[in-house]
């Protein structure tokens, strides 16, 4: 299985980071049930250097609400999907 890859500037990729640093769950949750790849997906920044989004969301500073919520809320999307889970809509 290939990772989504996304570049740090594209809509998407912006706006699952802005999910992540304002631990905002419900948006997260609309992400990724759009598009359930998110959760593995590789952000990749101007340099060529990817993270995914469990990585971008631990590299923020301080404290981030839904911490708990939105790290679990990756590990499952990510590990459902390992495990055969659809994958809703196909992005090329």
Do not use: Y
């Amino acid at each position: 299985m290939t990772a989504l890859s996304l570049r740090s500037d594209e809509p998407l990729a912006i706006e699952l980071g802005a999910a992540l640093k304002q631990g905002d769950v419900e948006r997260l949750s609309g992400l990724l049930a759009e598009q359930p790849d998110l959760a593995a997906c590789v952000v990749r920044d101007e340099k060529g250097g990817g993270r995914t989004p469990l990585h971008l969301f631990a590299d923020w500073p301080g404290r981030i609400a839904n911490a708990a919520a939105i790290v679990q809320l990756l590990n499952v999307v990510a590990w459902l999907l390992e495990k055969g889970a659809s994958r809703g809509t196909e992005r090329n």
